[in-house]
Structures are given as C-alpha cells and as structure tokens.
C-alpha cells in the first residue's frame, strides 16, 4: 500500500543553521513526489516537486529536495533557515495518474533565534 | 477569483446535524480534491473528481460523507449526522490537469469544523 513516513514530528533548528526534513515513501511504482509547507492560519503552499530526471531538483524559498530510489527516500534540504521557515511541512506522493496523493503526518519546524 | 476559496472558514455544529461544506476551485481547472486533516495528523485524501469522468470516492470514511461538483466547478462536502471524530479541516485543492502534465495542487484555506 502506498504511505509516506515524515519519521520525525518536531524539529528545532538555530536561524542560520542548516535543515534536513527527512521522508520516505512505499509506492509500488515510479513515485511523483512533493513537498508542501503550511504556515500557521495559511493554506498548504507547494515548495517543489519531483516528476522524473535529475534527482535534486530546486524549489522555493532556497529549499531543495533529493530523490533516492534506492532509499525510497526524498529528504528536504536548506542550507541556511531564516526565522520565516518555522512551519509544518508536507511530504507527498502522487499516483502515476494524480488522482490520488498521500501525505506524511508533517514535520514542525521551529526556529531558535 | 485569484485561488481555491472555501466557505464557511470554521463551523460549530452538534453532532447529529447535517453540514455541507464548499469550495470553490480557481477557475478551468478540472480537478479538484477533497482532503481532511484532523489535529496532529496528515492531509488524509477524501475524494477526487477529473472533468466529468465518475468521482473517485475511495477515501470517503463512511456512508455518511458525499460530495457532488455541479458543472465541473463548485464543490459540496456533505457530512451527515456528525459525530465528534468528524471534527477536522477540511481542505480543498485543484489543479489544472489530474492525468498529465504539471499538476500542482492549489489549497484553499481550509473549513475548521467542529462537532459539539
């Protein structure tokens, strides 16, 4: 069956420090993966997304995510966290026909100062 | 209008009682999704609908949850006889295209229902 595991619930990070959001996904086929963030009181906005081709792809806000087929994973990155980042974040696999996503449980982000 | 919009932003209602639940998709998009995120939980995917192709309803809790899209635009959420476990967001996407291409969802804010 298809599922997303966001393994952590809680991050704290210093601003500036780096961030590593981690995700895996079981999905018997060619996954299409998103990763989503959600600010307080604010809709879910979509950050990237990965369909097919080069691994590391490139999303907004300076976030980038990697594919890892042999991990089944598709962790996101940023290498420096502004206070702005603190949020919850989505990871997400869409079926090869998108009528169906499935979302992880999502990760808090909160940022010290 | 400019993104997904949804109405009313919260409902208290006694269990029970029937509640509908609207969305209104940005406009030509043909597919829209129904989702529910209760409290500490993931977006847990409802129902699906793609143009005028039969809705795909596998994600519907229960017999007491139905939805219908009315001329492949607006959207209605019914929920009948709540029960407290109803109690959720309920989120609303669309996109531009369900079965190729680039299909980013786009959210709505959101329904924050309560069932007393």
């Known amino acids: 069956a298809q599922s997303v595991t966001q393994p952590d619930i809680h991050i704290t990070v210093s601003e500036g420090a780096s961030l590593e959001l981690r995700c895996n996904y079981s999905?018997?086929?060619?996954?299409?993966l998103f990763w989503y963030v959600q600010s307080p009181g604010q809709g879910l906005q979509l950050l990237l997304k990965?369909?097919?081709?080069?691994?590391l792809v490139q999303g907004i806000k300076g976030f980038e995510a990697e594919f890892k087929r042999s991990q089944s994973s598709f962790n996101l990155r940023k290498p420096s966290v502004h206070w702005s980042d603190a949020a919850e974040y989505f990871c997400?696999?869409?079926?090869?026909?998108?009528?169906?996503?499935?979302f992880g449980s999502g990760t808090k982000l909160n940022v010290k100062p | 209008g400019a993104g997904v919009s949804q109405s009313p932003s919260n409902k208290v209602t006694e269990k029970g009682k029937d509640v509908e639940l609207r969305c209104d998709p940005i406009?030509?998009?043909?597919?829209l999704y129904w989702y529910r995120q209760s409290l500490g939980q993931g977006l847990e995917f409802l129902i699906y609908?793609?143009?005028?192709?039969?809705?795909?309803k596998s994600g519907l809790p229960s017999d007491r949850f139905s939805a219908e899209r009315t001329g492949g635009s607006v959207s209605t959420l019914t929920i009948q006889r709540t029960q407290q476990e109803d109690s959720a967001v309920y989120l609303c996407?669309?996109?531009?295209?369900?079965?190729?291409?680039?299909?980013?969802?786009?959210f709505g804010p959101g329904t924050r229902l309560t069932v007393l």
């Open positions: 996407a669309s996109s531009s295209s369900g079965t190729s291409g680039s299909p980013e969802q786009f």
């Open positions: 999905y018997g086929a060619t996954p299409y």
């Open positions: 990965y369909f097919s081709g080069d691994t």
């Open positions: 997400a696999v869409g079926t090869y026909n998108f009528n169906k996503f499935y």
């Open positions: 406009s030509g998009h043909t597919a």
């Open positions: 609908f793609q143009g005028n192709s039969a809705p795909d």
